[in-house]
């Protein structure tokens, strides 16, 4: 059964960047469409990026051009990397498939971001 893990959160300022990694223990990233998806403090669970077997890639309004997707299916490894951080990106971020799957949630990685 596949795991997901993720890591590479952190403090960082506003207007720095950080790189997410999200490391699969099984061939997924090129069999499921995949996302990244947040939580902040007292808000839903909510969808920031997206990646189709094929590539074709999306991304919600409020990280467009700031945040990007991508994955190496050799290494089993999806990334996300965030730029022009800002404090409303504040939350715990986690990868799962697209839809997302319950049994694949992880502990998710925490990002926060000071002003």
């Known amino acids: 059964q596949v795991q997901l893990v993720e890591s590479g959160g952190g403090s960082v300022q506003a207007g720095g960047s950080l790189r997410l990694s999200c490391a699969a223990s099984?061939?997924?990233?090129?069999?499921?469409?995949m996302g990244w998806y947040r939580q902040a403090p007292g808000k839903q669970r909510e969808l920031v990026a997206g990646?189709?077997?094929?590539?074709?890639?999306s991304y919600a309004d409020s990280v467009k051009g700031r945040f990007t997707i991508s994955r190496d299916n050799a290494e089993n490894t999806m990334y996300l990397q965030m730029n022009s951080v800002k404090p409303e990106d504040t939350a715990d971020y986690y990868c799962?498939?697209?839809?997302?799957?319950?049994?694949?949630w992880g502990q998710g990685t925490q990002v926060t971001v000071s002003s």
């Open positions: 799962n498939t697209y839809p997302a799957q319950s049994r694949l």
């Open positions: 099984g061939s997924i990233f090129n069999i499921m469409p």
């Open positions: 990646i189709t077997r094929s590539g074709q890639i």
